[in-house]
């Protein structure tokens, strides 16, 4: 690929990720034409100067996501993002699919917190030793009910609400997620291969989507930006518990205090 003296750090660091090398021109989604820089030994390059000003528009997507305090859905089932996505989102608090996309965990999130519901009361219940009451067989029926709800419910069992934006890897493979994501109106940011049509999603970054340095890379900053606008959100105020008192009932100056009889003849025994 040719470089130009406007070549800055960024496309550099692209370019050493292998963010540029896409498919062969059969796989070429029409929509990624533009972003398109030539040819090598038949596989398509893309044109890393726009790829750098996508990327910068879509940190800055993220960076406004973290400021409103909105949360960062990572997506990212396919093989090459399955181990990256699960460890970076971890580092960073966010929630994340890395399993088959089950349809519905959107558009139908109700149910879906009804399986985590399901998953935390049935590993509280295993930590705490209460499922001793039951038999063998209905242990390991449990075990692997847990396994099962935690392969694909685990990294949302903290969203506790709708996100207010998705980061997908390969929106191509992503393609439910993304359907779900545009029927609610939820922004998403998706590193697109050059077979992926960017019109679907709102800030598209044209680079590889098959190389595992690519993901991290992208991935990288995109969480970077997302976490630098968190820090700069305002802090929450709680306002503070309003505490109901009874009226007092003020007694004119020379005026004695009404009480019962009972009271009365209580206080002049007393004296």
């Given at each position: 690929m040719q470089t130009t003296e406007k070549s800055t750090a960024l496309v550099d660091s692209l370019f050493e990720a292998g963010s540029h090398?896409?498919?062969?021109?059969?796989?070429?989604?029409p929509s990624q034409k533009a972003n398109i820089f030539g040819v090598k030994n038949r596989t398509e390059i893309f044109d890393l100067e726009k790829t750098e000003?996508?990327?910068?528009?879509?940190?800055?997507?993220?960076?406004?996501?973290?400021?409103?305090r909105a949360q960062l859905l990572i997506v990212g089932t396919k093989f090459e993002a399955r181990a990256l996505v699960i460890a970076e989102a971890k580092a960073a608090g966010l929630p994340y699919v890395s399993e088959r996309w089950l349809g519905g965990t959107l558009t139908n999130f109700t149910e879906i917190k009804k399986r985590i519901a399901r998953l935390e009361d049935l590993t509280t219940r295993r930590e705490k030793k209460q499922l001793g009451m039951y038999t063998k067989k209905e242990r390991l029926g449990f075990d692997k009910e847990i396994d099962k709800l935690n392969r694909f419910f685990a990294g949302i069992v903290n969203m506790k609400g709708m996100p207010g934006g998705l980061f997908i890897i390969d929106s191509r493979e992503e393609v439910t997620a993304v359907d779900e994501a545009r029927q609610l109106n939820i922004p998403i940011i998706a590193l697109t291969g050059s077979d992926c049509d960017v019109s679907r999603v709102n800030y598209a970054i044209p680079a590889n989507d098959a190389s595992r340095a690519s993901i991290s890379f992208v991935m990288g900053r995109i969480i970077t930006a997302y976490n630098d606008g968190l820090a700069s959100a305002p802090e929450l105020v709680t306002k503070p518990a309003v505490t109901h008192t009874e009226?007092?009932?003020?007694?004119?100056?020379?005026?004695?205090?009404?009480?019962s009889s009972t009271a009365t003849s209580i206080l002049a025994s007393a004296e």
């Amino acid at each position: 690929m040719q470089t130009t003296e406007k070549s800055t750090a960024l496309v550099d660091s692209l370019f050493e990720a292998g963010s540029h090398i896409a498919y062969t021109r059969s796989r070429r989604h029409p929509s990624q034409k533009a972003n398109i820089f030539g040819v090598k030994n038949r596989t398509e390059i893309f044109d890393l100067e726009k790829t750098e000003g996508k990327l910068q528009k879509a940190e800055e997507a993220a960076r406004a996501m973290g400021k409103s305090r909105a949360q960062l859905l990572i997506v990212g089932t396919k093989f090459e993002a399955r181990a990256l996505v699960i460890a970076e989102a971890k580092a960073a608090g966010l929630p994340y699919v890395s399993e088959r996309w089950l349809g519905g965990t959107l558009t139908n999130f109700t149910e879906i917190k009804k399986r985590i519901a399901r998953l935390e009361d049935l590993t509280t219940r295993r930590e705490k030793k209460q499922l001793g009451m039951y038999t063998k067989k209905e242990r390991l029926g449990f075990d692997k009910e847990i396994d099962k709800l935690n392969r694909f419910f685990a990294g949302i069992v903290n969203m506790k609400g709708m996100p207010g934006g998705l980061f997908i890897i390969d929106s191509r493979e992503e393609v439910t997620a993304v359907d779900e994501a545009r029927q609610l109106n939820i922004p998403i940011i998706a590193l697109t291969g050059s077979d992926c049509d960017v019109s679907r999603v709102n800030y598209a970054i044209p680079a590889n989507d098959a190389s595992r340095a690519s993901i991290s890379f992208v991935m990288g900053r995109i969480i970077t930006a997302y976490n630098d606008g968190l820090a700069s959100a305002p802090e929450l105020v709680t306002k503070p518990a309003v505490t109901h008192t009874e009226p007092s009932l003020a007694i004119p100056e020379g005026t004695k205090s009404p009480k019962s009889s009972t009271a009365t003849s209580i206080l002049a025994s007393a004296e």
